[in-house]
């Protein structure tokens, strides 16, 4: 009775051209491979829309911008600050002006002590304490000008920072494809105005789409993955043939049926297969393998 069962079952799924090893899968469901709603990052008005419902896109290009007026002056400003942040930062003359005068308190040290070896007592205590005062004082006027000048460093950092947020800001109210497809939806137009998170382009990607069917778990006897397939899809003038690979074979068997989910990635370059078409995939067992990357861009 189980032969007969899985018997019946197989019949849907016939070989091609009496080729042992090619199996097709009817009743398949062509989806998206990938998709994109494309929000507002920050609150603004519109300042050009440049796309338009039909156009085709690639990952990067810009399509709606937001006014930046005001983040444009901030970026204006912060580049100030960290010009004058850098001319501090490199400016080393108090360091410079210290270690001279250190030298010259050691030399005059060094001469009193010569001359009282020479002549003693010719330099007096207090004399000696005063020199040994200036040396000490150079030192930390040394170490105080050390301090200020990584101070100055570290302020710099800060202004590089508070570039790059202006910057940030600036990139934010740039509204960019982060996928290559096609614009089905532009919800704002010029001079209206976007709330963050709200969607405001749409895009599907149409050049490589998806095609899910179902295969009984029973003809999976070696890997699918990668191996090359035709599907067969009524279009307009006919049946159409569009080319791929096998990209997944689900591990898991529905208990009912016996039956394991099968994914392969479909080549579109001309846009004439769309997404909710069903039609009969062709798996070549035989074939070498394809390679259809997943999410290729």
Known sequence: MRTFIL???????????????????????????DKADVPAQEAGP????????????????LLVQLDDVDRQLELQRARIERQNAAEI???????????????????DMRRAEEANEQFPMSVTNSQLDRLRLSIERARLEIE??????????????????????????????????PIAGVVVEVKRRKGEWAQPGETIVRILRTDRL???????????????????????????????QFLGAVTFVSSEANPVNGQVRVLAEIDNPLGTLRPGLVGSLTVDLDGGKSVVPANAE
Request: charged share 25%; no cysteine.
């Open 144 to 177: 105080q000008s050390e301090h200020e000048v990584a101070a100055a460093r570290r302020a710099l950092e800060a202004a590089d920072h508070a570039v790059r947020i202006a910057d940030a800001g600036i990139q934010r109210r740039k509204l960019v494809a």
């Open 210 to 240: 998806r095609a899910e069917g179902f295969v009984p778990a029973a003809r999976v006897v070696k890997p699918w993955a990668g191996k090359p397939v035709v599907l067969h899809v009524a279009v307009a003038g006919g049946v159409g």
């Open 7 to 33: 018997a019946a079952m197989l019949t849907a799924y016939t070989a091609v051209a009496g080729r042992a090893e090619t199996i097709r899968l009817e009743s398949v469901g062509v989806t998206l491979l």
């Open 89 to 107: 930062a490199a400016n080393d003359v108090k360091v410079r002006l210290g270690r001279k005068a250190l030298e010259l308190a050691e030399v």
């Open 46 to 61: 519109a300042a050009a829309v440049l796309v338009r419902e039909g156009q085709v896109v690639q990952a990067g290009d």
